[in-house]
């Protein structure tokens, strides 16, 4: 989809995809072949090629020198079969099918996998601002400066620690939000620059435009299981108004009164409201399960394992008293310091759990969802 305000123009597209679809009963590569057939891969590509698997899969087979790939497990078919788009590979899907008479669209890709039962693992949303008034290097500048700031979805500030910046000769050309191995990741870059070169397939796009910033948010994990069931039931329209949305409303990019800067509600009036991603269940936004679940991956438990290696029950003890002792008496001297947001996180908990279970109901859920990820991590395509 395109959009254009005055000089500036925005296009929204779908970048990288993978998808698990179910094993069926005659196996991986007889479901494989079959998702290719009804995709239309070897009528758009020609055949395949045995390729290398990934992760936890055994067998592979590639289209499009590998920019398509279906990968799976014949021991592990509960992993399902996983059916990974690069961002070429998507992109030539829909151009090289679309002259054939094929409808190789995201809006028809998303109704093949509601009727395959099938489910996003990651998807990859790319929006582009060419001749707009704000560069990547301003944006930093401003950011630096505390001009400009990212919130979360609930209007958080979000650490500068989660910040990465790139570029050369004293010029920021990209910028990135969050870690890559998480449900949700932001890079902002210059593709200007990136396609400066002659053989860069939209380097005369590049060339004609005063700038272009193109806006990324991946989805992996959760956020791209709860994606489906959002769109399934949109037109284009919609569809593009979603995805702008998905990315705009996860990321909120504002001044230091947490307004949103020009671009921002630009992008954000384009999304009409739409966008954000419903929660593909209750405990994905549960604040007080992702607080235990912190502890319990972040490095906490860790420290406990360490103490007890070390100075055995008795060490482990002492170090669970001393731990009650420093929590008792909050901001005593060589006590606990309570943080600024301790208030804000406590309010949203109690707002989540108006009538709260009991302790162990919650650390039984953190713990399932801690071996959930662990099997999706395992089946999820990990490299770009």
């Not at 920019?67 to 078919?77: D, L, P, R, S, T």
């Not at 860069?200 to 992996?220: C, N, Q």
């Amino acid at each position: 989809m395109m959009k254009k305000t005055h000089n500036t123009k925005y296009f929204v597209s779908v970048d990288q995809v993978s998808i698990n679809f179910p094993v069926n009963k005659m196996g991986g590569l007889n479901t494989a072949l079959q998702v290719a057939k009804d995709l239309r891969l070897s009528k758009i590509f020609g055949g395949s090629n045995k390729a290398r698997a990934l992760n936890f899969y055994s067998e592979a087979v590639s289209y499009y020198n590998g920019q398509i790939k279906f990968m799976w497990n014949e021991k592990k078919k509960s992993q399902g079969l996983l059916l990974y788009f690069s961002a070429t590979g998507f992109k030539a899907w829909q151009n090289l099918g679309k002259p054939r008479g094929y409808k190789s669209t995201f809006n028809s890709l998303v109704k093949y996998m509601v009727q395959k039962q099938a489910r996003f693992t990651r998807l990859d949303v790319a929006i582009d601002v060419i001749d707009g008034n704000l560069s990547v290097d301003q944006l930093h500048s401003q950011l630096q400066q505390k001009e400009i700031m990212v919130l979360d979805s609930l209007k958080r500030e979000k650490s500068e620690k989660t910040q990465k910046f790139f570029g050369a000769n004293k010029v920021i050309t990209g910028i990135t939000c969050g870690a890559r191995s998480s449900d949700n990741f932001l890079r902002i870059y210059d593709k200007k620059v990136e396609q400066d070169r002659p053989n860069a397939p939209y380097f005369d796009l590049a060339k004609d435009s005063s700038s272009w910033m193109r806006i990324e948010g991946e989805f992996k994990h959760k956020a791209a299981h709860a994606i489906l069931s959002d769109l399934k039931d949109k037109n284009e329209e919609e569809l593009s108004q979603k995805l702008i949305g998905y990315v705009v409303n996860q990321w909120l990019l504002t001044d230091k009164h947490k307004n949103l800067i020009p671009l921002w509600q630009k992008l954000t009036d384009l999304a009409n409201g739409s966008g954000a991603i419903p929660p593909l269940a209750p405990m994905l936004t549960d604040r007080l399960v992702q607080e235990i679940k912190w502890f319990l991956t972040g490095g906490a438990a860790g420290v406990f394992y360490r103490i007890f290696q070390l100075f055995g029950e008795v060490g482990k003890g002492d170090f669970l008293l001393f731990l009650f002792d420093y929590v008792e008496k909050p901001n005593e001297k060589e006590h606990f310091t309570i943080p600024g947001n301790m208030s804000k996180d406590l309010e949203l908990i109690q707002k989540q759990h108006p009538n709260i279970e009991t302790i162990n109901y919650y650390l039984k859920r953190a713990v399932k969802e801690i071996e959930e990820e662990k099997k999706t991590s395992q089946t999820d395509q990990s490299k770009d």
